[in-house]
């Protein structure tokens, strides 16, 4: 006889959807799992946690770029009302869904999904052989070899999870199942898409560095390794295939994008533009904002621009008074200029006594 059978998978029961609650298999931070038989078969039953029972932070990080394509819902959803929480909670339940299902048919090797009724998952039980859950990957010892082999088999999954527009987010040595018929993944409610999502780049790195340092204390030369940043490189440049032989090694481009050949190709697409609405009668285009040109020295700044000839620095001359009227000022300068030239006039000149001298006269 299995257990007292928990509320949320009394539905279920019901249904005929489950046969039997066996017992509870493990408890995470996102939802409870339970051993139960469905269709005489042993399987899993994910039962998601509510939001208030749940100890996952920074899920926004997660659900950047997540779309919805109930306008309504996404209405709700953004302005957070009672009606759009409850389709957030929705949507992030049954974001494991989509993302098994879209890695089962890319060839990944996840937990086959069978069912998923009000919240509950019912999916493939992965066993050991003899029909007892497997074991995490933390949970098992091996060999050198063996640990480098298992790597290279992970980093490969991460790799065709990444081409199916797949990043795990949480992926560790606790997420991965060590099936009969090889390591198995888990746990995707916290993925994200690499196209849409601005962390997509820093937790795929997170992911396999996680794998990198538990399979490093058995195989310590996988630290050397930088298979992450080599893929998402490659991602990036659409060169990324599930078929793409990944070698560990990576070195960051240190060329500079060529910004004459984007200004000129910005030219050619204004040009085509006008000479389109100029054949159909209409006013040219706006122009495109030019990007900025690195490469062209910065301007110099006013304050220290060099002074003109015959101008004494700028630092080097005095401070006016702002507080008297320009008139004033002018006024003042005036009187000082023809109080230069009155004085000037008046003076003895100290060579005239030299010159009666030289003259004769007494």
Excluded at 114 to 141: C, I, S, T, Y
Aim: net charge positive; hydrophobic share 35%.
């Amino acid at each position: 006889m299995g257990i007292r059978i928990p509320e949320p998978l009394a539905p279920l029961v019901e249904q005929g959807i489950i046969d039997e609650v066996v017992r509870p298999l493990m408890a995470g931070k996102e939802a409870q799992v339970y051993l139960v038989i469905a269709e005489g078969m042993p399987r899993v039953a994910k039962v998601y946690k509510q939001v208030e029972h749940r100890s996952f932070k920074h899920r926004v990080a997660y659900t950047e770029g997540r779309k919805v394509r109930n306008t309504r819902k996404a209405r709700a959803m953004a302005k957070k009302s009672r009606y759009g929480r409850s389709e957030i909670e929705q949507a992030w339940r049954f974001a494991e869904v989509d993302a098994l299902r879209q890695l089962w048919a890319a060839g990944v090797r996840v937990p086959e999904q069978f069912d998923f009724v009000d919240g509950v998952l019912v999916m493939e039980l992965v066993h050991d052989g003899n029909w007892e859950p497997a074991p995490r990957l933390a949970d098992v010892e091996f060999s050198p070899d063996e640990a480098h082999d298992l790597f290279q088999h992970l980093v490969h999954e991460v790799s065709r999870m990444l081409c199916a527009g797949v990043v795990h987010g949480d992926l560790s040595d606790f997420n991965v199942l060590i099936g009969h018929d090889g390591p198995v993944i888990i746990d995707f409610p916290q993925w994200v898409d690499p196209a849409s999502n601005q962390n997509a780049r820093r937790l795929l790195l997170r992911d396999v560095d996680n794998l990198t340092s538990f399979l490093a204390r058995h195989a310590p030369n996988l630290k050397r390794t930088r298979y992450a940043e080599e893929m998402w490189s490659l991602y990036e440049q659409n060169q990324l295939t599930p078929q793409t032989r990944l070698t560990g090694r990576f070195k960051r481009s240190t060329r500079q994008a060529d910004t004459s050949s984007l200004l000129a190709e910005i030219e050619a697409i204004e040009r085509e533009e006008r000479a389109r609405r100029e054949a159909l009668g209409l006013p040219p285009p706006r122009p495109a904002r030019r990007p900025v040109n690195t490469d062209r020295p910065a301007p110099r700044p006013v304050s220290e621009k060099r002074p003109g000839k015959g101008s004494p620095p700028r630092a080097s001359r005095p401070e006016e008074p702002r507080d008297e009227p320009k008139k004033k000022r002018r006024r003042r300068r005036s009187r000082k200029k023809s109080g230069k030239a009155t004085d000037a006039q008046s003076a003895p000149d100290p060579f005239a006594d030299l010159d009666a001298l030289l003259s004769g006269d007494d």
